[in-house]
């Protein structure tokens, strides 16, 4: 159950479980829980209010356009005012992924491609990895390890304007738990602007 407008609601009643980007796989022991759209409810503050069993995500809305995110320990209610001092709170071109256990992941940048990836620990309130990403759905090798591309270098001109380039990436892994790279000796290359 959870609290609406002093409403009390059952979770499916305003969620919607089906609408999820999943770039980040889902946890037993922080389940995934939906999306609240506000968008499509007039809403002038929020854009949207994704939940979890222990977190709840807000995406606010300045100047009539989303600028990053709040995360807080869930109330078990989707009532913006009842909460007050985010875990973390970022804004402009940095955007909420998803959380798997306790981490939460950050995707940044402003054009599809390379981009920004940020591991924060919500329990210990600090980042724990910090590198880039190809844009694509992240590579979970086991429960507590995923793939991550840590360099890059750019190669040659992708087509012939010049207008794509073509750049190599290093796989590693990241275990979650010691928060240790570990070079998988694997390259790969993405085509972007």
């Given at each position: 159950?959870?609290?609406?407008l002093?409403?009390s609601?059952?979770y499916?009643?305003?969620?919607?479980?089906n609408?999820?980007?999943?770039?980040v796989?889902?946890s037993s022991?922080?389940?995934?829980?939906?999306?609240?759209n506000n968008y499509?409810n007039?809403s002038?503050k929020?854009?949207?209010?994704?939940?979890?069993d222990n977190y709840i995500?807000?995406?606010?809305?300045i100047?009539n356009?989303?600028?990053?995110f709040?995360v807080y320990?869930?109330?078990?209610?989707?009532d913006?005012r009842?909460?007050q001092?985010?875990i973390?709170k970022?804004i402009?071109?940095q955007f909420f992924?998803?959380i798997y256990?306790?981490?939460?992941?950050?995707?940044s940048?402003s054009?599809?491609?390379?981009?920004?990836?940020?591991?924060?620990?919500?329990?210990?309130?600090?980042?724990?990895y910090?590198?880039?990403?190809?844009g694509d759905?992240?590579?979970?090798?086991?429960?507590n390890?995923?793939?991550v591309?840590?360099s890059?270098?750019?190669?040659?001109?992708?087509d012939e304007?010049g207008?794509?380039?073509?750049?190599y990436?290093?796989?590693?892994?990241?275990d979650?738990?010691t928060?240790?790279?570990?070079?998988?000796?694997?390259k790969?290359?993405i085509?972007?602007n």
């Amino acid at each position: 159950m959870l609290t609406f407008l002093g409403c009390s609601l059952d979770y499916s009643s305003v969620l919607d479980k089906n609408e999820s980007k999943e770039y980040v796989k889902f946890s037993s022991e922080n389940k995934y829980i939906g999306i609240y759209n506000n968008y499509k409810n007039d809403s002038k503050k929020l854009f949207r209010t994704i939940v979890y069993d222990n977190y709840i995500i807000f995406e606010p809305i300045i100047d009539n356009s989303l600028s990053g995110f709040e995360v807080y320990k869930n109330l078990k209610t989707i009532d913006y005012r009842k909460y007050q001092h985010p875990i973390i709170k970022r804004i402009n071109e940095q955007f909420f992924m998803g959380i798997y256990k306790n981490i939460l992941f950050i995707d940044s940048g402003s054009a599809p491609g390379i981009r920004g990836l940020e591991l924060y620990d919500l329990g210990n309130c600090k980042t724990i990895y910090k590198g880039i990403w190809d844009g694509d759905k992240l590579e979970f090798i086991d429960e507590n390890t995923i793939i991550v591309p840590v360099s890059y270098k750019e190669s040659e001109p992708a087509d012939e304007r010049g207008w794509r380039t073509k750049y190599y990436l290093h796989k590693f892994s990241f275990d979650l738990r010691t928060f240790k790279l570990n070079d998988l000796n694997k390259k790969y290359y993405i085509i972007s602007n």
